[in-house]
């Protein structure tokens, strides 16, 4: 594969002299940096790769286990809020408790969690919905970023870092158009925007309080990153204390900046004022974007749209159906496994058995994925084959053995995707089945590093999930042509929020974040569950593996954790001898999740991988 030169030639940019200037002057500028205070240059490449991993570089103990304390299982008899942040969790029992219902409690818990974890999302960042209302049809609302107007086809080629840090790798936000979306669809009409938004505009006047996740975060931006790029982190006021310090475990954060800007989305009644081309929001971010070597106008906003879909749909037998989102989500990949994995399984099988089938229907989850992004024109056909009997059936008859696995190129990928990160996912159901998924994110750790003071606001880096013309990788696959960057379109995600229905009401609740990772840990949760009889507690505790056929192994977050839980077998022999093989790679993902078991509703968060609890009453 051919070498990239760590420097900006100018025929990348030549064709967008607009940006070309402030785009050369941040890179030089941030190279010299790196010459001046760090011993140990590093090449622009390497910072990426840096990025890259971002995912797994929180110093903090994450791991899954199979023996979960009952503690971290949380019950209620009426409503249940499931996230990654307990006071967030907290603060959407309380809209539910004085009338609202799951719709409502969404954009309080999002706008939460973007708050406190604004690592994962926030307001700068973008997402999908998957919310239904008792008495009208689930609906899938996409949220996701949008690349602005002046983006090409080839603005990353020699300099994959500018999709990565910097104004050039922001789209344009899209949670807060979605929650509005929403909140106006399938809010209750008893509570105002305003009221729903007052709940985090008080906790960040007031300050909450630096947990365990919170830390880590802060401590990667400043060591790793605030040597590199000094002049995109000057300005982050919320992780320092008056002393220069920089926030501890049980310091308080407070973001005034940030309660301002949402206090003026509150009092204007909707988003529309995050979308106003002459409006001071719109004005501030595209000031800190170009300032930063982006190219943002105020059309861009302007044009912004939430987008409603029905949502995708699988019926599992004559009562239970999957409900997932629908467009530039990987919610058809997720359909695609829980179509063939139980044409696959028998009621018989052993474990090694088991986990061999599941492989191998994640490395078909990850074919189907290489078909999606906003080139494919024939989305619904694809829908069409991948929930269908005939394609499953194929595979078990004439594509699948209980012998062995097969080389990548037997499960026919057609291009290789980009390697998603980030996220965060949280679940609501309320005390009339009103259901609620929703993943978001800001992708990478804290975005782009681009962050407003003025506003508060830290500018996603969702650009770095479209596909990249460059030289075909090691195995000679290309980049997608689906997921190319066109202006105003928007990347692929391997997001999936899911609602399983019973006999037409909200039996479980599911959602992950993790990048690539999310559609096979939502996928294991599912089967756990409803094929190998799990409890909720220990199918999200549960140590999870992953297969996307390239690189060509099984990324595992406990691999003796996982052969433990088959005692006397030979979990890794069984099935290196059908020729898988494994690599740890530790904690990627996070899940949350709600159920119904009788009379109870049963909240999960995964406080093993990112300390989330549920509550609900």
């Keep these: 594969m051919k070498e990239k030169s ?30 001046y205070q760090n011993a140990n240059y590093m090449t622009n490449k390497e910072v990426y790769q840096m990025r890259m991993s971002d995912s797994h570089s929180v110093a903090i103990d994450r791991k899954p286990t199979l023996h979960p304390e009952a503690k971290h299982l949380h019950v209620g008899k009426k409503a249940m809020v499931s996230s990654d942040v307990p006071v967030c969790s907290k ?20 706008l939460c969690i973007g708050s406190v974890n604004s690592a994962s999302s926030g307001i700068g960042g973008g997402g999908f919905i998957l919310s239904s209302l008792d008495g009208k049809d689930t609906i899938s609302i996409d949220a996701r970023e949008m690349a602005p107007g002046k983006s090409f086809t080839e603005m990353y080629e020699d300099n994959p870092i500018l999709a990565t840090i910097g104004g050039l790798a922001n789209g344009i936000p899209g949670e807060l158009k979605g929650l509005d979306t929403l909140y106006k669809l399938h809010g209750s009409g008893n509570l105002t925007w305003a009221q729903l938004i007052e709940p985090v505009i008080k906790l960040n006047r007031e ?37 220069g310090s920089s926030k501890k475990i049980g310091d308080i954060i407070k973001r005034p900046n940030l309660a301002n800007t949402l206090e003026m989305i509150a009092n204007n009644g909707s988003s529309d004022i995050f979308y106003d081309p002459q409006g001071p929001i719109v004005k501030s971010l595209i000031k800190v974007n170009n300032l930063h070597g982006g190219m943002f106008v105020s059309d861009d906003f302007a044009r912004y749209e939430a987008i409603v879909e029905k949502p995708l749909s699988l019926k599992i037998n004559e009562d239970i159906e999957v409900f997932t989102a629908n467009g530039i989500s990987s919610g058809l990949v997720l359909l695609g496994g829980l179509n063939l994995f ?24 990850a074919s189907v994925r290489t078909r999606l992004g906003n080139g494919n024109k024939h989305y619904q056909e694809m829908i069409d084959l991948y929930t269908s009997e005939d394609w499953a ?32 996912h949280f679940s609501i159901l309320d005390e009339n089945d009103n259901s609620i998924g929703m993943t978001t994110t800001v992708n990478l750790l804290f975005g782009s590093l681009v962050y407003d003071s003025a506003t508060g606001i830290i500018l996603n880096n969702e650009m770095d999930d479209f596909s990249t013309k460059q030289f075909n990788n090691s195995f000679d696959l290309q980049p997608s042509k689906y997921n190319l960057i066109q202006p105003y379109t928007r990347p692929l995600s391997s997001t999936a929020p899911t609602v399983i229905k019973n006999k037409g009401k909200p039996e479980v609740l599911i959602g992950a974040a993790g990048g690539s990772r999310i559609t096979t840990a939502i996928f294991q949760a599912i089967v756990r569950m409803y094929y190998l009889d799990y409890s909720l507690l220990d199918s999200i505790a549960f140590p999870r ?16 954790m996982l052969s433990n839980e088959f005692k006397d077998l030979d979990l890794v022999g069984e099935l290196n001898h059908l020729g898988h093989n494994f690599k740890h790679t530790g904690v990627e993902t996070a899940m949350n999740g709600i159920r119904k078991v009788n009379d109870d509703i049963e909240g999960v968060s995964d406080y093993w991988r990112k300390r989330g609890e549920s509550d609900g009453y």
């Design 393 to 424: 059936e194929d595979i078990v008859k004439n594509k699948f053995s209980n012998n062995h696995t097969f080389g990548w190129e037997h499960y026919d990928p057609l291009y290789e995707m980009t390697e998603p990160h980030g996220t965060s």
């Design 6 to 35: 760590s420097n900006v030639p100018i025929r990348t940019l030549g064709v967008r002299t607009g940006s070309y200037i402030a785009i050369i002057v941040f890179v030089v500028y941030s190279c010299l940096q790196i010459w």
């Design 91 to 110: 603060l959407g029992k309380e809209i539910l408790l004085k009338g609202g219902n799951a719709a409502d409690a969404a954009v309080t818990v999002a």
């Design 207 to 243: 300050g909450f309080e630096v947990g365990l996740v919170v830390q880590a975060t802060i401590d990667v931006l400043l060591e790793r990153y605030l040597p590199l790029f000094p002049s995109v982190l000057k300005n982050w006021d919320f992780i320092y204390n008056e002393d």
């Design 342 to 365: 139980p044409k696959l399984f028998s009621k018989g099988d052993n474990k090694p058995t088991i986990v061999h089938k599941m492989i191998e229907t994640m490395r078909w989850m």
């Design 545 to 560: 593996f992953h297969d996307q056929l390239l690189p060509d192994y099984i990324f595992t977050e406990d691999l003796g």
